[in-house]
């Protein structure tokens, strides 16, 4: 069974900054792209960036220059590294891994809290 854990959201001021995590439980080559979502109160979820590979990420025009993925494979862990964050982006924040191919699948995390606020 494939699961992705997020953590590392929480409370912080605007213009801070905060690093999400991912952890697969299992490796994450297998997945072709995974990437982050979140679904502010009253909103869809909305996707923020994704990334195929060792390619470098695609983000919403929002988060581009703010926001950057990155990824671990040795540690099975996709980041997120978000800077400048404004109160409007106050959300739940969702990792999501998908395969395609022989096996797919599309896979989700439970999603962790940050939100940003004076």
């Known amino acids: 069974q494939v699961e992705l854990v997020e953590s590392g959201g929480g409370l912080v001021q605007p213009g801070g900054s905060l690093r999400l995590s991912c952890t697969a439980s299992?490796?994450?080559?297998?997945?072709?792209?995974m990437g982050w979502y979140r679904r502010a109160p009253g909103d869809v979820r909305k996707r923020v960036g994704s990334i195929i590979g060792s390619d470098h990420g695609t983000y919403l025009d929002s988060v581009k220059g703010r926001f950057t993925i990155s990824k671990d494979t040795a540690k099975n862990t996709m980041y997120l590294q978000m800077n400048n964050l404004q109160p409007e982006e106050t959300a739940v924040y969702y990792c999501?891994?998908?395969?395609?191919?022989?096996?797919?699948?599309?896979?989700w995390g439970e999603g962790t809290q940050v939100t940003v606020s004076s």
């Open positions: 299992i490796n994450i080559t297998s997945f072709f792209v």
């Open positions: 999501n891994g998908r395969k395609v191919g022989a096996v797919t699948g599309d896979y």
